[in-house]
Structures are given as structure tokens and as C-alpha cells.
């Protein structure tokens, strides 16, 4: 079942919606509704999937002793000597 929702916006940002919505070749009321649908479809961090390259370098560092200031003298080392 559908009902009708009102929402109070700025002249200005309801017009910039529907020239995106025609761009799009959909309707403000659809844009709006996919955008309700994505808050329900909110992913923790754990659940998104990562691109290849950095799936595979996860826990490369795991019980390594790393330090920031070992990434600052090797940049250091790289860049100005």
C-alpha cells in the first residue's frame, strides 16, 4: 500500500530534485524512496565486501610490531635522502 508523505524543502533544493529526477528519467517521490530503502539496507563495516587488492592485505600486519613512527622514517628515508 502506498501513502502520500509531505516534506517541507527549500524551493531552490526541490527544484534541483526534479531536474536530477528528469536527468534520470525517474520521479522525485521514486528518488526518495530509494534513498528510504538504502537506510534499511545500512551495512556494518564487517559486512562490506572490499575491493581485491585490499581484501588481500588484510591482517598482513597482524602481531607485527608496527609503529606510525616506523612509516615516518621509511617516507623520510623514500623522500629526502
Do not use: C, W
Amino acid at each position: 500500500m502506498k501513502n502520500k508523505l509531505t516534506l517541507r524543502l527549500d524551493t531552490a533544493l526541490i527544484e534541483r530534485a526534479k531536474k536530477r529526477a528528469k536527468q534520470k528519467g525517474t520521479s522525485v517521490s521514486q528518488m526518495v524512496a530509494d534513498y528510504f530503502a538504502l537506510i534499511d539496507e545500512e551495512q556494518s563495516p564487517s559486512d562490506q565486501k572490499l575491493p581485491p587488492v585490499t581484501a588481500s592485505l588484510t591482517g598482513v600486519l597482524k602481531n607485527r610490531d608496527a609503529e606510525e613512527s616506523d612509516y615516518k622514517s621509511y617516507l623520510e628515508e623514500k623522500h629526502f635522502k
